[in-house]
């Protein structure tokens, strides 16, 4: 960096220098220490200034709910009691948790919304990585599959559960109509059977239908998601690697074996740990598709479900804070057990 | 791919293998699409008599009665989906406006100045994108019942901006973080304060990122239901299209209708989608995977 004259107001001078210094540099030197505490001074007001209305935002709804959500857990509070109720009343009383584990499903809700979040995840990641490992290779039309495998990722939830749960609909979905030419069967009700028995050249499969649609539609919605992380990686990934592989003798398969799936390593741990806590939290796709039915209940229907179904925002305030409990230790797990450099 | 004499069955198990995967992706992506566009044309007792045959006839596809029925205002006996469309679209661009103003100061001041808290800012965006928004909504509900602000748009808008605001922030700070500072630095040199700095360099400079960042933010506010459910769901003159969808799916109302609603939702995204994709790909993924 070009040095200014000597007679140059040294704050002018130091504010390049300042841009230039990165998160946690240290103490001033003593040289400049004077001057620069004012310039640091400065700095950090205008800093302040720029944050502060993103920042009180966000904590204003964030933070704040959060605390609050605590101490509404402990108490006994109905949905028509909302008019006369004060927001600084303390009360302390475990009967919400007591009612939300106590609740005979609750083990059975748990174990449904971590098979839900980890099957979700897995064949989103894995239709994703597919989708990339299509697009990387030119064919003619690559842009508009391209675009095209982002529909369901930018499609309003709400159109793509409607569109789902017409497609397999009993009466006239397409998917039920061909299922029928196809297997000679009767009407197979998707949505809302916990099983059903599949018969494929004479065996006998019991699937549970409704369970697999959830996590099916996650897979769908979300996969494109996962498709643009890893395409991105492998874009990025040099091509002397696999020239040099080729060279050897290696085949496209081992060079994918033994190249591209080390190298995205990082980007599947990512990729892993985002999808699996917004599925793991997720309302839209499972309320929307099911509303819960046939096996397909999960914590924030069930949340939902104590706030409007029963009335009781007690126990609804009291299953959030366990979901996100559950999911603070799922995570402590994940980081405990994934190398550090592969979590990002 | 590899030379074909070398490993010749392999070769040829993978061109069928692509070419059958790339007609899979289209099959699972291209052909929902196209049914929900089919079906929203169509009579819905042709779809009953057989549910194969969805492609719609010239006689429908010009009707267009599906859509009449879905626009109409609900005193005229349709489900008044342009005054839902008015609510979504006021939300969604005031959210838009807001959270890049905002997210676009914070973000700068979080690339390029040096301030005491900087990293667990940072570091509590992040967690805050993260953060299962179901936790949040039982004490918004309860807050924003207590308040009055529960069936409004405003409250809604406020509520979203708590969601688009560390999303942006991050996408933005990743972004000026690669822009080089030799401009800016001279651009201080000169006598340029720092907010004009920001107004005439970073701003003009960060454009696709903008807007990459608009769009994105404008597709999670248009696309959003749970909040819209909680606050919105006793005055349905406020519905957004995505409530208000929801809404008429528990109704006794023809699926055809519902496909013709659904297009109706799904229309502007997509447009926009298509318009802008390079941007939006180039900025959801900018500094989350790094080379």
């Given at each position: 960096m070009a040095q200014g004259p000597s007679d140059e107001r040294p704050e002018v001078r130091s504010a390049p220098e300042v841009a230039l210094v990165g998160d946690g540099a240290g103490p001033s030197t003593p040289r400049t220490a004077g001057r620069a505490r004012t310039m640091r001074q400065r700095e950090q007001r205008l800093a302040l200034g720029l944050i502060a209305p993103g920042v009180l935002i966000v904590l204003a709804l964030v933070l704040l709910p959060v605390v609050w959500n605590i101490a509404l857990s402990f108490r006994e509070l109905r949905l028509i009691e909302l008019r006369e109720f004060s927001p600084l009343t303390f009360d302390f009383s475990l009967e919400n948790y007591q009612e939300v584990i106590g609740d005979s499903d609750f083990f059975e809700l748990l174990r449904t919304t971590f098979i839900y979040a980890v099957l979700g995840t897995s064949v989103s990641i894995m239709l994703g990585l597919w989708a990339a490992m299509v697009v990387q290779a030119a064919f003619p039309g690559r842009s508009l599959v391209r675009g095209l495998i982002l529909f369901p990722y930018v499609v309003p939830v709400v159109a793509a559960a409607l569109l789902w749960r017409t497609m397999l609909n009993p009466q006239i979905g397409i998917l039920n109509a061909w299922i029928q030419s196809a297997f000679n069967t009767g009407n197979v009700d998707f949505?809302?059977?916990?099983?059903?028995?599949?018969?494929?050249?004479?065996?006998?499969?019991?699937?549970?239908?409704?369970?697999?649609?959830?996590?099916?539609?996650?897979?769908?919605?979300?996969?494109?998601?996962?498709?643009?992380?890893?395409?991105?990686?492998?874009?990025?990934?040099?091509?002397?690697?696999?020239?040099?592989?080729?060279?050897?003798?290696?085949?496209?398969?081992?060079?994918?074996?033994?190249?591209?799936l080390p190298q995205l390593r990082g980007v599947f741990a990512v990729l892993f740990l985002l999808r699996f806590i917004w599925t793991f939290n997720s309302f839209d796709e499972v309320y929307l598709l099911t509303g819960g039915a046939g096996g397909t209940q999960v914590v924030s229907v069930q949340i939902f479900e104590y706030l409007f179904g029963r009335s009781d925002i007690g126990a609804a305030s009291a299953l959030s804070i366990v979901l996100a409990i559950v999911l603070a230790v799922l995570l402590l797990l994940y980081f405990r057990f994934v190398p550090a450099e592969e979590s990002v | 791919m590899s030379a074909p004499h070398r490993h010749n069955a392999e070769y040829w198990f993978l061109a069928v293998l692509k070419w059958g995967s790339i007609v899979f992706f289209v099959a699972i992506t291209a052909f929902p699409l196209l049914y929900m566009i089919s079906l929203s044309f169509k009579d819905i007792a042709e779809v009953l008599r057989d549910p194969s045959d969805f492609f719609p006839s010239f006689a429908e596809l010009s009707s267009l009665e599906t859509y009449r029925d879905v626009l109409r205002p609900a005193d005229e006996g349709g489900r008044g989906f342009l005054l839902l469309m008015r609510n979504s679209a006021a939300v969604a661009l005031a959210t838009v406006v807001i959270t890049v103003g905002a997210g676009t100061l914070a973000a700068y001041a979080a690339a390029r100045l040096r301030f005491f808290g900087k990293r667990t800012i940072n570091m509590g965006m992040v967690l805050v994108y993260l953060f299962p928004a179901i936790v949040m909504a039982i004490p918004l509900f309860v807050?924003?019942?207590?308040?009055?602000?529960?069936?409004?748009?405003?409250?809604?808008?406020?509520?979203?901006?708590?969601?688009?605001?560390?999303?942006?922030?991050?996408?933005?700070?990743?972004?000026?973080?690669?822009?080089?500072?030799?401009?800016?630095?001279?651009?201080?040199?000169?006598?340029?304060?720092?907010?004009?700095?920001?107004?005439?360099?970073?701003?003009?400079?960060?454009?696709?990122?903008?807007?990459?960042?608009?769009?994105?933010?404008?597709?999670?506010?248009?696309?959003?239901?749970?909040y819209a459910l909680l606050f919105l769901t006793q005055s349905p003159e406020l519905w957004t299209l995505s409530l208000g969808l929801q809404q008429l799916d528990n109704q006794e109302i023809p699926r055809t209708v519902l496909m013709a609603g659904a297009v109706v939702i799904s229309l502007p995204v997509i447009l926009l989608f298509f318009v802008a994709e390079r941007w939006l790909v180039e900025g959801l993924t900018a500094g989350s995977v790094k080379g």
């Amino acid at each position: 960096m070009a040095q200014g004259p000597s007679d140059e107001r040294p704050e002018v001078r130091s504010a390049p220098e300042v841009a230039l210094v990165g998160d946690g540099a240290g103490p001033s030197t003593p040289r400049t220490a004077g001057r620069a505490r004012t310039m640091r001074q400065r700095e950090q007001r205008l800093a302040l200034g720029l944050i502060a209305p993103g920042v009180l935002i966000v904590l204003a709804l964030v933070l704040l709910p959060v605390v609050w959500n605590i101490a509404l857990s402990f108490r006994e509070l109905r949905l028509i009691e909302l008019r006369e109720f004060s927001p600084l009343t303390f009360d302390f009383s475990l009967e919400n948790y007591q009612e939300v584990i106590g609740d005979s499903d609750f083990f059975e809700l748990l174990r449904t919304t971590f098979i839900y979040a980890v099957l979700g995840t897995s064949v989103s990641i894995m239709l994703g990585l597919w989708a990339a490992m299509v697009v990387q290779a030119a064919f003619p039309g690559r842009s508009l599959v391209r675009g095209l495998i982002l529909f369901p990722y930018v499609v309003p939830v709400v159109a793509a559960a409607l569109l789902w749960r017409t497609m397999l609909n009993p009466q006239i979905g397409i998917l039920n109509a061909w299922i029928q030419s196809a297997f000679n069967t009767g009407n197979v009700d998707f949505l809302t059977s916990s099983s059903f028995d599949l018969q494929i050249f004479g065996f006998q499969l019991g699937l549970p239908a409704a369970f697999t649609m959830i996590v099916l539609f996650e897979g769908w919605r979300s996969f494109p998601f996962a498709f643009l992380f890893i395409l991105a990686r492998l874009q990025a990934l040099p091509g002397e690697l696999y020239e040099a592989a080729q060279v050897d003798g290696a085949s496209a398969v081992q060079s994918f074996i033994h190249i591209t799936l080390p190298q995205l390593r990082g980007v599947f741990a990512v990729l892993f740990l985002l999808r699996f806590i917004w599925t793991f939290n997720s309302f839209d796709e499972v309320y929307l598709l099911t509303g819960g039915a046939g096996g397909t209940q999960v914590v924030s229907v069930q949340i939902f479900e104590y706030l409007f179904g029963r009335s009781d925002i007690g126990a609804a305030s009291a299953l959030s804070i366990v979901l996100a409990i559950v999911l603070a230790v799922l995570l402590l797990l994940y980081f405990r057990f994934v190398p550090a450099e592969e979590s990002v | 791919m590899s030379a074909p004499h070398r490993h010749n069955a392999e070769y040829w198990f993978l061109a069928v293998l692509k070419w059958g995967s790339i007609v899979f992706f289209v099959a699972i992506t291209a052909f929902p699409l196209l049914y929900m566009i089919s079906l929203s044309f169509k009579d819905i007792a042709e779809v009953l008599r057989d549910p194969s045959d969805f492609f719609p006839s010239f006689a429908e596809l010009s009707s267009l009665e599906t859509y009449r029925d879905v626009l109409r205002p609900a005193d005229e006996g349709g489900r008044g989906f342009l005054l839902l469309m008015r609510n979504s679209a006021a939300v969604a661009l005031a959210t838009v406006v807001i959270t890049v103003g905002a997210g676009t100061l914070a973000a700068y001041a979080a690339a390029r100045l040096r301030f005491f808290g900087k990293r667990t800012i940072n570091m509590g965006m992040v967690l805050v994108y993260l953060f299962p928004a179901i936790v949040m909504a039982i004490p918004l509900f309860v807050a924003f019942s207590a308040i009055g602000l529960r069936d409004s748009l405003v409250g809604l808008t406020i509520v979203y901006l708590a969601q688009t605001i560390p999303v942006a922030l991050y996408m933005l700070r990743s972004y000026f973080v690669t822009v080089p500072v030799e401009i800016e630095e001279s651009a201080l040199i000169d006598g340029c304060s720092r907010l004009s700095v920001i107004w005439r360099i970073v701003l003009p400079l960060a454009a696709p990122a903008l807007a990459a960042v608009s769009l994105y933010v404008f597709m999670i506010a248009w696309n959003e239901f749970l909040y819209a459910l909680l606050f919105l769901t006793q005055s349905p003159e406020l519905w957004t299209l995505s409530l208000g969808l929801q809404q008429l799916d528990n109704q006794e109302i023809p699926r055809t209708v519902l496909m013709a609603g659904a297009v109706v939702i799904s229309l502007p995204v997509i447009l926009l989608f298509f318009v802008a994709e390079r941007w939006l790909v180039e900025g959801l993924t900018a500094g989350s995977v790094k080379g």
